[in-house]
């Protein structure tokens, strides 16, 4: 797959014309309201853009997980009311995104204009990715851009098969997104370094695997640290692991030692008898956990490791907390490590790139995701294109090509 053959929105002419753009309005909504607008935000460039440039603008979505059709819950009227907000413009909101309501109401979308149609999801179409369902939507629009990386990992109606109907493009933030991660995988600047955490490790075994060929130093936190310490035969005590997968943590350490990559666990824990928001907790080395005790955060050695891997690095990928960042006082690992990655950022020595959805909220509780050199919007497509795999979003753009 060459992704250098993927053409950009900016080159095509736009104007007059009704541009289907995909978007990711998958935002947290509580009572009606957008709680986290961080996506919109982020898509907001790229829609002034096709706004400037005199396109029509259809904005398409999925939102939620709608079980069996419609469900007032899920709609996206919400989110479209929101976007309107902070583009600072009417959004037209269409209630539904196919059938002759649908294109009666894209007729009336005029140059400059936005319209979003309602969730992609009340169609059975979209998770199938029907083909029939994909030329439905392809009726509302002349030109289509992709700009939803975040949900590029689903091999739906919008992110798939619609890209074979009509000219497609990808769009501003899809190649952004592309770009920081292509930057930190295929030409970093050397040393890299790959930081990897999250409570487990069956999530992560394929991230592992694919990240030690590609990265000099691998520094491994969180819960799933834990099972690579039992795969050493060290006692964690009541510590969360995955003991059935102590063998994948020896076949990556082999791995990882064959390959010149070295790996950077843990040498203290924070530690606690139970889970809870301002428990007793101690620090104590790794290989002194007490048996009645668990481990949920790295402790301040790990850190000032940590912190000297980091220093003697260029390049930065973050994904996945240290420890069990949610909870006060088990997060103080994870925001004094991210505090000296945005440090050494901002002092243009290291490039930070980081994405996954519980990561950037602990980079958001440590106040440092702006300082980051890229944040990502995706969770799950972040972690599939992590593992090397080819994301039938970005790769529909990329065969569509004629
Ligand atoms: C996300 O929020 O991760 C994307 O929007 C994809 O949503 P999904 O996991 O429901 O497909
Ligand atoms: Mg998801």
Aim: charge should be neutral.
């Amino acid at each position: 797959m060459n992704l250098d053959h993927i053409k950009p929105i900016a080159d095509a002419d736009v104007a007059g014309k009704r541009v289907l753009a995909r978007a990711d309005l998958n935002v947290p909504v509580k009572d009606g309201k957008v709680t986290d607008d961080t996506r919109l935000t982020r898509l907001l460039p790229g829609l002034k853009s096709l706004c400037a440039r005199g396109a029509r603008v259809i904005v398409i979505s999925h939102f939620g997980r709608p079980k069996d059709g419609p469900d007032p819950a899920l709609s996206l009227r919400p989110v479209a009311g929101r976007l309107g907000e902070l583009l600072g413009m009417s959004v037209a909101f269409v209630p539904d995104c196919v059938g002759g309501e649908a294109e009666g109401a894209v007729a009336e979308v005029g140059r400059g204009q936005i319209a979003v149609l309602e969730n992609l999801r009340f169609h059975k179409g979209e998770e199938k990715n029907d083909p029939a369902f994909a030329a439905e939507l392809a009726r509302c629009g002349d030109l289509y851009v992709n700009d939803a990386f975040s949900a590029a990992h689903r091999a739906h109606a919008s992110t798939e098969a619609l890209a074979h109907l009509l000219p497609c493009y990808a769009g501003a933030l899809l190649l952004e997104e592309i770009t920081a991660l292509r930057t930190v995988l295929e030409h970093p600047q050397r040393p890299t370094a790959a930081l990897v955490g999250g409570a487990k490790v069956s999530t992560k075994i394929p991230v592992l695997k694919h990240l030690l060929d590609k990265v000099d130093k691998l520094i491994i936190g969180g819960g799933m640290a834990n099972t690579f310490l039992l795969s050493h035969g060290v006692d964690i005590g009541k510590s969360l692991a995955e003991p059935d997968l102590v063998g994948d943590a020896r076949e990556i350490m082999t791995a990882a030692k064959h390959r010149g990559c070295a790996v950077v666990l843990p040498v203290d824990a924070v530690i606690a008898r139970e889970f809870r928001a301002g428990t007793a907790h101690a620090i104590v080395p790794t290989l002194a956990v007490p048996s009645n005790a668990m481990i949920l955060d790295v402790g301040p050695k790990s850190v000032a490791h940590m912190s000297e891997v980091l220093k003697e690095c260029k390049t930065l990928l973050w994904n996945g907390p240290l420890g069990a960042f949610e909870v006060s006082p088990f997060g103080e690992g994870t925001f004094a490590l991210a505090r000296e990655a945005a440090r050494l950022t901002r002092a243009g020595k290291l490039v930070t790139v980081a994405g996954g959805g519980d990561t950037v909220a602990a980079l958001n509780a440590a106040g440092v995701a702006g300082d980051f050199t890229y944040v990502s919007t995706a969770g799950g497509a972040f972690l599939e294109w992590l593992e090397g795999r080819e994301l039938p979003g970005v790769a529909a753009l990329v065969q569509a090509q004629p």
